[in-house]
């Protein structure tokens, strides 16, 4: 505004010393005619009062700015505080369930019954569901019709291998009295037969004697014979006796693999999780093994949530999972609610070359349910914190020519400009590594008005803790 008064200063004074030259050169004439005299004068007043107008309004517009710079300037603070602050990586995961199962049937037959709905929890063991079991139970039970007939025969069989034994036993006997016998057959002979060189007895009384000690000798040896054929028996009803053990046996496979097949007939849940649609429904005859399972359930409860890292935190995550679990977070999109809280569970071995990531899972309770299998969530896995860190609201942080600064609030209501060294930011938070004290009063808002040693009006004082809703952001390392 100054500058422009001064320019209409020298066009104001210019004017006028043309018009002053025309003026006096032409007096006589103007004054003889009094046209030129009228016409000048008109001129001059014009621009005296346009002189006027002009430097009166530029004298207001600079009362009025002085005014204005008087006045303090409106703005909003805030205070630095000292805290822990965590040190956190974001990325997108998506939900994989923890364990997932195909319910197929193991046997054909017609579908007699369902009994759960589609998207229930089901616990594991609960019948979900039943077959026409007609033919396993026929199956069954003539299956231990065999194993009954297999076990008549093992006792049939231990029968024969007792009798054998006995007669194995009975001929012994025989050998041992025949041996007797012989025995004493045998001296008879002997003493016979001196008594015949003494001339006591005839011929044919040694003779005789002599006969009769042949004939148990043979008798002996007859025995003997009949031993080793009970002998062979005993064997041979052992023999029989263990086929028919091993009959009996195969027999009993036979009922438990009926029985095994029965069970087939009711269907079980294999763990505890929430059902998905439904294939078949009652009535419906079902193939063995079917490509096609009947149900599909997934386990929640825990869950696992998928995600990818840059290889560049390989690092600072074997750094920092050597010394404990790290923690991980799940946010839900256009959930209100908490994160959901984990841990790591899994790294994978190796780095992906086609993408250049490494391959995360995390492991949540997942109590109430909030996540599901193929679900998209924000994930902030947090490696560290870093402690006693002085923090301000993010806005406070202004960037100049010298780098960047915040105004500082002094006692007097004043500000001073204070260059300062930024960290890390986190969510509405930065970390000032250098130039400011915990405590100290900063600008958040309103420092385009400012200037050092300005004086300002505090607004509304606001906490940097406050700044910090519960869902805590991460930051990109």
């Not at 759960?116 to 026409?132: M, P, S, T």
């Not at 309103?446 to 040693?453: A, E, H, I």
Request: charged share 20%; with cysteine; aromatic share 6%.
């Amino acid at each position: 505004m100054l500058g422009s008064l001064q320019i209409l200063k020298v066009l104001f004074v210019g004017l006028l010393l043309v018009s002053m030259k025309h003026f006096w050169r032409n007096f006589h004439w103007a004054w003889q005619k009094g046209i030129w005299l009228r016409k000048w004068g008109i001129i001059l007043v014009g621009l005296v009062g346009l002189y006027g107008c002009v430097v009166s309004k530029a004298q207001s517009g600079s009362n009025k700015k002085a005014k204005n710079q008087q006045q303090p300037v409106p703005v909003v603070v805030a205070t630095a505080i000292q805290k822990n602050v965590p040190l956190t990586v974001q990325a997108t995961g998506i939900v994989q369930a923890f364990s997932t199962v195909a319910v197929k049937s193991q046997i054909a037959g017609q579908l007699r019954g369902v009994y759960f709905r589609e998207g229930q929890q089901v616990n594991k063991g609960q019948l979900l569901f039943q077959i026409d079991s007609r033919l396993q139970q026929a199956a069954l039970m003539q299956a231990e019709a065999n194993h009954n007939k297999a076990i008549a025969t093992v006792k049939q069989a231990e029968a024969n291998l007792a009798k054998a034994i006995a007669q194995v036993n009975q001929a012994k006997a025989n050998l041992a009295k025949d041996q007797a016998q012989l025995k004493n057959a045998e001296k008879q002979a002997q003493r016979y037969s001196t008594l015949y060189t003494q001339g006591a007895v005839s011929k044919e009384q040694q003779d005789q004697y002599i006969t009769a000690a042949d004939a148990q000798k043979a008798t002996v040896e007859a025995d003997r014979q009949a031993i080793a054929n009970a002998i062979a028996a005993v064997e041979a009803a052992k023999a029989d006796l263990n086929s028919s053990k091993a009959a009996r046996d195969a027999a009993q496979a036979d009922v438990d693999n009926a029985k095994i097949q029965l069970s087939y007939s009711s269907i079980y849940s294999p763990i505890t999780g929430r059902t998905g649609s439904l294939q078949i429904n009652q009535g419906n005859l079902i193939k063995e093994n079917d490509t096609t399972p009947l149900v599909t359930i997934s386990q929640i409860r825990p869950i696992y949530v998928n995600f990818s890292l840059p290889q560049r935190f390989l690092p600072q995550l074997n750094k920092y999972m050597a010394k404990g679990k790290l923690e991980v977070d799940a946010f839900i999109p256009n959930d209100e609610g908490p994160p959901e809280k984990g841990e790591v569970a899994f790294i994978d071995s190796g780095v992906n070359t086609a993408t250049g990531t490494i391959q995360l899972k995390g492991n949540f309770a997942n109590s109430d349910g909030r996540l599901l299998p193929g679900q998209f969530v924000k994930v902030v896995l947090k490696l560290a914190e870093q402690p006693k860190a002085i923090v301000v609201p993010t806005p406070a942080v202004q960037t100049g020519q010298q780098g960047q600064f915040v105004y500082v609030l002094n006692s007097d209501q004043t500000v001073d400009i204070r260059p300062v060294v930024v960290g890390v930011a986190v969510g509405n938070e930065t970390v000032i590594e250098q130039g400011l004290n915990p405590g100290e009063k900063i600008v958040t808002d309103g420092q385009f008005n400012l200037r050092p040693k300005a004086k300002v009006q505090v607004k509304q004082k606001v906490d940097a803790q406050k700044t910090t809703t519960d869902k805590q952001q991460p930051l990109e390392l």
